[in-house]
């Protein structure tokens, strides 16, 4: 077999049969298997410099089985060929990546995604290993939950708690991205945070659309966004727990997954249920469901003129907000203006 992309129908072992491509990079297919008469998901292995690749990510999956890990369904070889491959449960709903881009997601399921991500990674860490490459595209969404996957490039730490640098640029800690670098549980805590950020914004702490170079020098330097001028409508306790997690000096983040995780649970707990929404022809447009003790809400940013005009209605009826006039303000004063006013009418 050529190293791809196969088609569909394309038919390994007589076994698993291709229907689709899953995701934007890598080797996963989508696949029937014929014995079980049930969809999964097929990673395939090329060699890499003619030699085949190492079982390690099978023998971690299937050794670090947990709540929130992807299963290993299967690991073979393709017949008359040095590809190896892994199934694994399909997760048909994609991943986070994807989920959250542009808008980010509600801050209630954000947080919740968090605790299953940060329930893997630990499971990960108790077991001597670190992730290395924690990103919204390597969680996977189930039915009953948000599930870690990739963990080829999970490393043994060693005993002064560290092991070789690697990690995607959109969440990589600063001491990974350096010449000479290192991983650690808490460069993994930095890839959590930078993995909340995402779900909560739909943007990563430095802008990935830059060149890569430019990204490189923003992280190793800690020139990097915060969490509520991205998203305005995340609450100040959010904001601070997100921007632990992200600071620069690694000795001052979260000692762990679940002290993370348990933090930005209490920061939530009494947040509104806010996300980003796109309204044609609008800059900066939230939205929030009805709570316990409040009806429905949106707030609007819409250009006019040289300002901003920012506008909060009750839904479904549009009606103003009781006691809250429009206001209008500068795009330097945007974000800002938007933490005032979420905070006021939540």
């Not at 009494?270 to 469901?289: F, I, K, M, N, Q």
């Amino acid at each position: 077999m050529p190293p791809g992309p196969y088609p569909t129908g394309t038919t390994i072992n007589d076994r698993y049969v291709f229907s689709r491509k899953l995701g934007s990079d890598g080797h996963v297919y989508e696949a029937h298997d014929r014995h079980l008469d049930r969809q999964v998901a097929v990673k395939l292995l090329h060699p890499v410099g003619g030699t085949a690749q190492a079982w390690d990510e099978a023998q971690r999956l299937e050794r670090l089985r947990s709540r929130f890990l992807v299963d290993v369904i299967n690991a073979d070889v393709v017949h008359n060929s040095d590809i190896r491959y892994i199934v694994t449960p399909l997760l048909s709903s994609g991943d986070l990546e994807a989920a959250a881009r542009d808008t980010g997601l509600g801050i209630r399921d954000a947080v919740r995604y968090m605790q299953h991500i940060c329930g893997g990674i630990d499971r990960i860490h108790a077991d001597g290993m670190l992730h290395r490459d924690i990103k919204p595209g390597n969680a996977l969404r189930g039915q009953d939950g948000v599930f870690v996957s990739d963990l080829e490039y999970c490393a043994i730490f060693g005993a002064d708690g560290r092991a070789a640098p690697n990690g995607s640029w959109c969440t990589v800690a600063p001491e990974a991205a350096a010449d000479g670098g290192y991983c650690s549980i808490r460069s993994d805590v930095y890839s959590l945070g930078a993995t909340a950020m995402y779900l909560l914004s739909g943007e990563y702490p430095v802008d990935h659309r830059m060149p890569r170079s430019d990204q490189r020098d923003r992280i190793a330097n800690g020139d990097i966004r915060e969490l509520r001028v991205v998203a305005p409508h995340v609450s100040q306790a959010i904001g601070t727990v997100v921007r632990k997690a992200l600071n620069h000096d690694p000795s001052t983040r979260f000692e762990s997954a679940e002290s993370f995780s348990n933090a930005l649970a209490n920061a939530a707990r009494t947040s509104r249920d806010w996300r980003r929404v796109l309204h044609a022809g609008h800059l900066h447009c939230l939205e929030c469901p009805r709570s316990a003790h409040r009806g429905a809400l949106a707030v609007c940013s819409e250009q006019v003129g040289d300002g901003i005009r920012l506008t909060a209605v009750t839904l479904p009826s549009r009606r103003r907000v009781s006691g809250v006039q429009d206001v209008v303000v500068s795009q330097r004063r945007l974000a800002q203006s938007l933490q005032r006013l979420v905070k006021a009418i939540s």
